[in-house]
């Protein structure tokens, strides 16, 4: 073979080797580049240990023939398609799915604060989302607890707290520690509403009694009051938010008992002109809302209300009727007023109109309370004859009578007895 012939091979071999080098100087740059992206994931050390070249001893790296070469570009060739891969050169639908998700499965976060992508558990995500749920205030939340479970406790409580036991309880032991209030906000070692349901009750320190225009028809009024709803007023009021944390009480003891604070007429006449608000009940018996307690014979029952609650006697916003149609005889006009004691609605105690004349004596009374949803004798247990707010005609105001079904009588009726609601919170 001639010397020409010898350095045509030699080129020869030696373009090929700079063909390969060229090869590999370009998978290196794109080795090294890559790399770097994955000694900052922090994957370098995984591919060294799978794809590094061992040298033999006493060899030098660069004494490597061309076939070694050749060699080495391959494996180099496999660790820079390796570290495209893990770099995230595949496109996000080339990527196999995993529908069996475990705890100790893995994603990547970018966290923002070392500017650096970092790996973390799905255990960890599902942690601090429940921590998010935990704590997390929503303030759209309309209930007095605004994280999201925070919230889901509060409403699934006061549902199941809204169905009554299957026998009332006594709570006056709640009421004269103290620990009623505390119940009724979930405070002071108490969860919300702990055992407190509607229908239970407790005894005053005295009765309540309406004063009555005729002494003969005087009575003595319950000494016993009932949890009629918990909450069942949430939001009431056109100028007043009435926080959902309340009880809504009634005269009775359970489904039983007295139900009543004595007996009255609505007005001195047979008349419902000037509807409910000028009523002699509402003005006169119930009287004006109270900021001081009486427990004189004269005193109105607001009056004998905040002597036994005092601050706890919660005032409320309520739509009651302030006129009628002279010839209809139906209620034709409304208005807000304070209130403490108010007669309640047909809509409040059977759950819909029925002697009602019009859609302004309910107002803002539209939601039967949960006592009365559940118990019939709760209604009337033929202890009483008792009005009710809603005008019935032009003489006539909507009544509940003893023997059980929905009636009306004439306003000057003194013998019907009174049976208001009232609210008191924590």
């Not at 966290?111 to 759209?140: C, E, I, P, Q, W």
């Not at 007095?144 to 006061?158: D, F, M, P, R, Y």
Request: aromatic fraction near 8%; hydrophobic fraction near 30%.
């Amino acid at each position: 073979m001639s010397d020409e012939n010898i350095i045509d091979v030699d080129q020869n071999e030696t373009d090929t080797c700079e063909e390969i080098t060229d090869t590999n100087t370009i998978s290196g740059e794109d080795k090294s580049e890559n790399i770097s992206t994955n000694e900052a994931a922090g994957t370098t050390e995984d591919i060294d240990a799978d794809y590094s070249i061992d040298e033999e001893p006493g060899e030098s790296s660069e004494n490597t023939s061309c076939s070694e070469a050749n060699e080495a570009t391959t494996v180099s060739g496999a660790t820079a398609s390796q570290v495209a891969e893990t770099a995230g050169s595949k496109r996000w639908n080339e990527y196999t799915s995993s529908t069996d998700l475990d705890d100790t499965d893995e994603l990547m976060i970018l966290d923002t604060s070392a500017k650096a992508n970092k790996r973390t558990l799905l255990s960890k995500l599902a942690d601090y989302v429940l921590g998010k749920l935990a704590d997390k205030v929503f303030a759209k939340l309309e209930t007095q607890n605004q994280t999201v479970i925070g919230a889901l406790n509060e409403l699934n409580s006061k549902a199941s707290h809204n169905i009554p036991r299957l026998v009332p309880k006594d709570i006056t032991s709640y009421y004269n520690d103290g620990s009623l209030w505390k119940r009724l906000n979930g405070t002071g070692g108490y969860t919300l509403y702990q055992d407190i349901y509607v229908g239970d009750y407790f005894k005053m320190s005295r009765p309540i009694s309406a004063k009555t225009q005729n002494s003969d028809y005087q009575l003595t009024g319950s000494q016993y009051v009932t949890i009629a709803s918990i909450g069942g007023l949430a939001h009431n009021g056109d100028n007043l938010d009435l926080t959902p944390n309340h009880l809504v009480m009634v005269p009775g003891q359970g489904f039983g008992g007295t139900q009543h604070f004595g007996r009255s007429r609505m007005n001195p006449s047979n008349t419902t002109v000037g509807g409910y608000k000028g009523s002699e009940m509402n003005t006169t018996v119930l009287g004006a809302v109270a900021t001081a307690g009486s427990t004189t014979a004269d005193a109105t029952i607001n009056q004998q209300l905040y002597a036994e609650f005092g601050a706890h006697l919660k005032k409320t916003r309520e739509l009651v009727t302030n006129k009628i149609n002279a010839n209809g005889g139906s209620s034709n006009g409304w208005e807000w007023v304070d209130a403490q004691a108010i007669l309640m609605s047909e809509v409040e105690l059977y759950g819909s109109t029925v002697w009602s004349s019009s859609g302004f004596d309910t107002g803002n009374a539209n939601h039967q309370f949960e006592l009365f949803a559940n118990s019939k004798s709760a209604i009337n247990n033929r202890s009483a004859w008792y009005w009710m707010k809603d005008v019935a005609s032009a003489s006539e105001f909507c009544d509940c009578n003893n023997n059980g079904r929905a009636d009306c009588d004439v306003a000057s009726g003194v013998g019907r007895y009174v049976r208001p609601r009232f609210v008191i919170v924590a």
